[in-house]
């Protein structure tokens, strides 16, 4: 019974990477493979394709050379939030994406302009 169900899971999840795999490829929300599932399923119920428009014009931000990461990840938290008319999901994408944001996106900034960053035991 026990490895019935793990199969079941299994199955489920395969399906759900498969078919999400190609919705993925224009899909802009996350830093990496993983996030961006787990963006892309957790706005399900969501207004999705506006979000994803804030989520490429945070990337195009990030790699403008006079832009800081403040000023881009408040226009991306002010973007997802006036996008987003259901006041549930202008809560969640607040908390799932505009904190994730500001709580994640130093090192993806630095990465964008290629700046060193000290660890803080260095200084």
Do not use: Q
Request: hydrophobic fraction near 40%; glycine fraction near 4%.
């Amino acid at each position: 019974m026990v490895s019935r169900n793990i199969t079941i899971i299994l199955l489920l999840f395969t399906l759900t990477f498969s078919s999400t795999f190609g919705l993925l490829k224009d899909y802009y929300c996350g830093i990496g493979f993983f996030s961006k599932i787990a963006s892309f399923l957790s706005t399900i119920v969501c207004d999705r394709d506006t979000l994803n428009l804030c989520c490429e014009a945070h990337d195009i931000c990030y790699d403008s050379e006079n832009r800081t990461r403040a000023e881009c990840d408040t226009a991306f938290c002010e973007c997802s939030n006036e996008a987003e008319k259901d006041k549930f999901c202008r809560w969640w994408i607040g908390v799932s994406h505009c904190r994730m944001v500001k709580a994640l996106g130093e090192k993806p900034y630095a990465r964008s302009h290629r700046i060193f960053l000290i660890p803080d035991e260095a200084i």
